[in-house]
């Protein structure tokens, strides 16, 4: 006879099971222990991480504590102190409410945890390793609570060489300090990485708190959003448009202090901006939304940061009206029908009205196996450097006996030829056109060049090959500047440092956020270097999460991007023959990296077409 073959999985399991779901790097179980830190009322918060977080995380606070007993439960799946019954879903308070985070890690690491209630004689120290208690004991220690959690997936490896780059998990172990940092702006937190303080926040206003975070910069980038209906409060700061930005890496929700993803809203806040924005950027935004409990369910997801409003369509309409209501009070909508707005229109968004999908891509047709795939480095350049000045030429071929030919047609005053080629047969013929373009006779038609995007073309594969060599562009010296950036921004500006120096820049770190700049590439010719670094790191941050690229494309694309001569620069003749030049001794010559049109040829035959 057949035995039944269906067996409960030992708690151990369905732990590590469960971790999967809530735990997928280091930064998550910060998240988890900063939840429960602050849920247990703490006002000093004290973040501690080795090695980005894959050795240790630590965090310690000063709130609640725990009995001895509790201790000892804390680590038992579906234990928690927040909930009771289904009911209390509907009307949590807490950051928490699942009993699965110490669980979860506790199952995928070596935890110790150190606790005790104010009042209490002793305190007590447990160790959990892999769901197993190795130990526990009275200690006396401070009120609060201590949890380290050491080795994460030590148990695990498949998740644990699963983990990225050191420099990438710290980068979200910041990300996720910024979430909770950003809304309790009444906690103190510090964030120590390998022994070195990355902050030092004290308990502030929110603007203070944004500030601390961002930069000083940002204190005059913004405006404030203020709303009060009776269901709904909605508070915060938008970023003006003008200092929208390429990457959406600064836009954060929170819902009743929870840090919370929501494509719709989203959509809301893009909507009231529409025609305020600049092509292809994102608005800065930080903003707060209180609702009853009751009306948002946060129990759709893991980790708890996708959530339902019961009144989405209200939310969404309110949303819109405030920003747009807070432009108008900072005089920066120029919008006729204001009065309209003002008026607060609630009804849901139009039915069929798109919501724009969140995860486009700009360069869609980007294939990283396709070696002529936009963004690709160059192969070998010098092969082909040849084979392309060779079809630059052709293109020209018979150019002068053509000219000759024309001229020997046309009378004299209905020549439309500028003077300076009649003198000049083996003169290319070149203009710009709408300061954007460059035009051209080729033999089979009118050439047309993008000055933009042939430069950025140029630039990166010169670019690349300096990374790819060590070797240096050539530098300008100038009077130096300062620049600061945000710490998570300043630490990928020290990531780059080296390669940036190989590209011209000569940065050197000042303060903790603070660089000065004594040298730059000699393509650069206006002085606003903090803004041109922060394009150049917007770029840089966006093609690491669009594209994924290896960091020296990824830097010479940044660069080149920000280098190349902008659309609406007048050129000089011998500067736009300089660019066609360089521009056909690339490795590739059609498309700029990021996969745009870079030359176009109007055929004769096309043109013969427009005359019948
Ligand atoms: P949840 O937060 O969903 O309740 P957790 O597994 O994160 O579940 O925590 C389990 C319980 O342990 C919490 O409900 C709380 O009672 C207690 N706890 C965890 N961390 C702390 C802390 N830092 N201070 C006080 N109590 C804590
Ligand atoms: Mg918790």
Redesign the pocket.
Known sequence: MMSDIIRLLPDSVANQIAAGEVIQRPASALK?LL???I??GATEIKISVKDSGKTLIQVI?N????SEA?AGL?FERH????IQEANDLFAIQTL????????SIAAIAQVELR?KRVGDELGSVIVIEGSKIKSQSPLNCLDG?S?SVKNLFFNVPARRNFLKSNSAELRHIIEEFHRSALVHNKISFSLQHNDKQLFKLNKCTLLERIIALYGNIYRERFIPLEQKTNEITISGYIGKPEYAKKTRGEQYFFANKRFIKHAYLNHSVANALQELLPKDTFPTYFIYIEVDPKDIDVNIHPTKTEVNFLNNQLLYALLRTTIKQSLGKHSITPTIDFDVEQSLDLGPPKKGQPIKNPFHREHSEYNPFDVKSPGRPAQKPTGRQKTNKEHWKKLYEGHSKELTDLKSQVQPELSILPKEYSSDKDKKIIFQFNNQFILSKVKSGILLIDQHRAHERILYERYLEYLNTRKSVSQQELFPQNVSFSTSDAEIIKEIKDDLQILGFEINQLGKNTFIINGTPSEIHDGNLQQLMENVLENYKKNLVDLNLNNKINIARSMAANMAVRHGKPLKEEEMEKLIDELFACSVTEVSPGGHKIISIITIDQIEKMFK
Do not use: H, I, Q, W
């Not at 928490?96 to 669980?103: D, H, T």
């Open positions: 988890e939840e429960n830190a849920d247990a606070d709130g609640c504590g725990m509790d804390c234990a928690t102190s927040k928490g409410f699942r009993g699965e985070a110490l669980a606790t609570t949890v």
